[in-house]
């Protein structure tokens, strides 16, 4: 099949541990998590799961689109968690501050993007910027300036992490469950490269984006999927700073790499 936009399925790991976070006024006590169709985590190296703060909506939550916040800490890496909690397989596009995490473009959450696919009632964990069948380059929370998007010359959407869920159309052919690879593992170093028309914008007054780390082993394989038009639910979760915000002005864009057609994240451009 053509990889563009790709269907992938990941090989899944899980890793968990939980050290809570503490409260803030302006927030209701995570654990009152609004069911859909999917639960979405994020994880962090040093503290394990980060809690989740709801914003407080008088009891009233729209169910196609969920917006929580976490909270970032200078460096550590992450990796995001979905488990499918619906019956069918479900595809998954994901974008973190407004880069799609397959193919590294501008993400519009639209069903014609890369996308991950996963099966009935079952998880996966996304680590980092795919940049390859076989690698992901992990996710760190750093500055704007030091970040995937800032690099691009884009921080309209720092400091987001948004999945979009789509269903599987139906189709009257046998089903054929993809292959997972149950036991990705762990590994070290980068890959790829390319993008033209970009809108540079002035950073604002920032706070954390997600960097490009170091790569890692994450096996996917292709699959066939058919989306629907438009998404069944939407997830949202917002990182901050702990702390004031901090001002990290963007440096010019100086240099882009050639053209790169291989569908996956490239490294961000240099600067000089």
Not at 47 to 76: C, F, I, K
Not at 183 to 193: C, E, I, L, R, V
Not at 205 to 213: L, R, S
Request: charged fraction near 25%; aromatic fraction near 10%.
């Amino acid at each position: 099949m053509v990889r563009t936009p790709g269907m992938l399925v990941l090989g899944l790991v899980l890793l968990v541990a939980a050290v809570p976070l503490l409260a803030r006024d302006d927030w209701r006590e995570p654990g009152c998590i609004p069911a859909g169709h999917v639960s979405l985590e994020v994880v962090g190296d040093e503290r394990g799961t980060l809690p989740l703060w709801w914003p407080d909506r008088g009891g009233r939550w729209d169910d196609h689109y969920l917006q929580g916040t976490v909270e970032a800490r200078q460096g550590e890496r992450y990796r995001l968690r979905v488990a499918n909690r619906t019956g069918g397989r479900i595809g998954l596009v994901i974008a973190v501050d407004g880069r799609n995490i397959i193919s590294g473009e501008r993400s519009f959450l639209r069903p014609s993007e890369s996308m991950y696919v996963l099966n009935p009632h079952r998880s996966g964990t996304f680590s980092g910027w795919r940049s390859g069948l076989h690698s992901e380059n992990r996710f760190y929370f750093t500055t704007a300036r030091d970040s995937y998007s800032g690099a691009w010359g884009d921080t309209s959407r720092l400091g987001t992490i948004e999945v979009a869920v789509f269903q599987e159309r139906y189709r009257s052919r046998r089903y054929e469950p993809p292959m997972y690879d149950q036991d990705a593992a762990k590994a070290a170093a980068p890959s790829a490269a390319g993008e033209s028309n970009l809108e540079c914008r002035p950073a604002r007054d920032a706070g954390p984006g997600t960097g490009y780390g170091e790569e890692i082993h994450s096996r996917v394989y292709e699959t066939e999927f058919d989306p629907e038009a438009f998404p069944s639910e939407r997830q949202v979760i917002r990182y901050v700073w702990p702390g004031a915000l901090r001002v990290d002005p963007e440096p010019p864009l100086r240099y882009t790499p050639e053209d790169d057609s291989s569908g996956f994240a490239p490294p961000p451009p240099r600067r000089y």
